[in-house]
């Protein structure tokens, strides 16, 4: 009886099935090692999270919070003021870039912001990069315009920017940047996504919520020769649901979960 | 964080303080086997403990697993420990015994995720145990705060080391034997 029992419960053990990964799936970093992550390290959008996430050998690529100076460059940041994170007050878009080069992050590592110039992208090479493009200034309630946004990006001076995706919620800027440059659309709404891809077909993809999109609708979006990435990903049975989605990327906050499952 | 503090030292003068009770010198285990999970920055472990009693000074070692990525992600992350413990309070009254003393332990775990992934940590903190007196289990809290390392190796053969700080919290159930 006793071997019976074990025998049971090597079978039960032994049932447990591997979740199958879609190979073409691309794991992403959000905000580089994960954006309000314990196991993250360090400060989100940080060149030391940069290059930590990128170290990773199955990492494809880091996703990016992209804001504009008053003068027109670009500094990587999520939150909408920087006294959230930051030793600094207000909101980039109304700040002066040499005070910027002087903030640093409430983290154990006083992790500097890091200006997105031609270093940062020198170390993006060759890795596929979401740029979260925010165009709105919660300081002052007003747009960013969409060709102050594009000028900056081409004052990069990027040789080529086929590995780089930029990701906006805002028709202007879509219809600006896609001219160029690789735009995938964010929203919460699936139906919303959809329409925008027939309304815009110069538009890349759909950036969603694990929440907000079904394996079923994600091969809709496919289908019509467009690729999703899928967000908000973080415990290990979400991370899975996703992956079971098989989208072309997943853009996730726990980024050693996530390549602990594809491996 | 001073309200923090003050609520602390009245809790343990609460534990020390048997002006009512009958005290009596407590009858401590010589060695316990303890079964405990423990939230950690990386993740929740779970697994075994032995907890050997040597005069002045406890001395344990462990073997715990990752469950998240153990069981949510399929890849074993592994965790041996060791610690030291010097229990300053050892107290016993109304037919129970009490332990409680400063913690020095240091952790070592081990996770493949394509990249072979060591994590380091020494802790700092403190670790007590109650329960009857020479009553077979206990239960067993530890909590600790201390620095923390991660080291990879990458495609391209360099190490990668990044540091930081990780916490324990740990709780369990312990069988002594006297």
């Known amino acids: 009886m006793r071997y019976i029992n074990f025998l049971v419960f090597a079978m ?59 003068l027109g460059q670009l500094w990587l940041y999520h939150d909408e003021n920087l006294s959230t994170k930051t ?41 596929t990069v979401f740029f ?3 165009h709105f200034n919660s300081c002052t309630n007003s747009i960013i315009e969409s060709s102050k946004i594009k000028n900056a990006i081409l004052a990069l001076e990027v040789d080529s920017l086929e590995n780089y995706i930029f990701i906006t919620s805002n028709y202007e800027l879509l219809e600006t940047l896609s001219e160029q440059f690789k735009v995938f659309y964010s929203t919460d709404n699936y139906e919303q996504g959809l329409q925008i891809m027939f309304d815009y077909p110069e538009c890349d993809g759909l950036v969603i919520r694990n929440v907000s999109i079904t394996a079923d609708e994600v091969h809709a979006i496919q289908a019509l020769n467009k690729e999703v990435a899928i967000f908000e990903v973080r415990s290990p049975k979400g991370t899975k649901i996703a992956f079971n989605k098989a989208p072309d990327y997943l853009i996730t906050d726990e980024l050693r979960t996530a390549l602990s499952i594809a491996h | 964080m001073i309200r923090f503090i003050f609520f602390f030292f009245l809790f343990l003068n609460s534990l020390t303080s048997f002006s ?159």
């Open chain 2, 20 to 178: 009512q009770d009958v005290v009596h010198t407590a009858i401590l285990p010589n060695s316990m086997f303890i079964a405990s999970a423990s939230l950690q920055r990386m993740d929740i472990f779970s697994g075994f403990t032995y907890q050997k009693n040597f005069k002045r000074i406890d001395v344990g070692t462990s073997f715990n697993l990752g469950l998240r990525s153990t069981f949510g992600t399929q890849q074993v992350y592994s965790q041996f420990g060791s610690y030291l413990t010097f229990p300053l309070i050892q107290q016993g009254a109304k037919k129970r015994d009490f332990s409680f003393g400063p913690m020095l332990g240091v952790h070592a775990s081990f996770l493949n995720i394509g990249n072979k992934l060591r994590h380091y940590d020494i802790l700092l903190g403190y670790s007590m145990y109650c329960g009857k007196t020479k009553g077979n289990l206990k239960f067993f809290h530890q909590a600790g705060l201390g620095p923390f390392a991660e080291y990879f190796r990458t495609s391209t053969n360099t190490i990668v080391q990044s540091y930081s700080w990780n916490y324990h919290l740990t709780i369990g159930l312990a069988y002594a034997i006297y």
């Open chain 1, 12 to 70: 039960c053990l032994c049932s447990c099935t591997k979740t199958i990964i879609d190979k073409k799936t691309n794991i992403i970093g959000h905000a580089a090692m994960g954006l309000n992550s314990s196991s993250s390290i360090y400060a989100d959008n940080s060149m030391e999270a940069i290059q930590l996430a990128l170290s990773f050998t199955k990492c494809k690529g880091i996703e990016l919070d992209v804001q504009m100076d008053n």
């Open chain 1, 132 to 134: 979260d493009l925010r």
């Open chain 1, 87 to 127: 030793n600094a007050d207000g909101c980039i878009n109304t700040i002066d870039p040499d005070v910027l080069s002087t903030v640093f992050y409430k983290t154990i590592h006083h992790e500097k912001l890091v200006k997105l110039d031609h270093h940062v992208l020198e170390l993006l090479k060759d890795k």
